[in-house]
């Protein structure tokens, strides 16, 4: 989950700028094998931001990632992604942890209605502040509460105001817990 995300493109076609220009010029069709699609290539619009940034993700599962003809696969697309300035990951189905996820669903339910991440930063940063400084309460209701207390914000808004923060990266869950409102908050560097 991240807010910066304005769009995700599946299957997006890459391919051999040179070899499509030699194609193009001898009036041919683009060969096949000069043609790859990424999994899925996502736009980003960075917060202060003056343009979009592009990330490329190769979905593979890990137990293929030993072959070397996906190793090949993978080097030839950062090639074709990396001229335009595109990053690439890879993920398997062990990127996430099951827990992440579930906590991610979870917060991304508190923030919901929130359309514009960054009109909250400075509150966010607030937050993530307050929460990373102030542990006189350890369990997770009592500690958003209390900092959107300081903040002179509600509970529910204390719990959007705090997904916020961790989106933007002004703090982060330590995904070997569960979020929950009746369990201890953990956070990185706590």
Known sequence: MNPFVVEVRAQYPEWERGMYQECKEMNLRMPKRGVITIDFLLTLKMPGGSGFHYHAISVKP?????????????????ELLHWWGCTHEIM??????????IN?????????M??????????ASNMATILLSETK??????????AAGYLGL???????IFAIANFLGYLTL??????????PLVLVGD
């Open 62 to 78: 890990y137990e293929k990632l030993k072959q070397l003809s996906v190793q090949k696969r993978h080097l030839r697309e950062v």
């Open 137 to 146: 309460f350890e369990i997770c209701d009592q500690r958003v509460s209390a």
């Open 114 to 123: 929130v359309n514009d991440v960054s009109a909250y930063q400075e509150v």
């Open 174 to 183: 330590d995904h070997e817990h569960e979020i929950l409102p009746d369990k």
């Open 92 to 101: 398997n189905e062990h990127s996430i942890s099951i827990r992440e996820h």
């Open 104 to 112: 991610n669903r979870r917060l991304f339910e508190y923030m919901k």
């Open 154 to 160: 509600g509970r529910d808004a204390g719990y959007r």
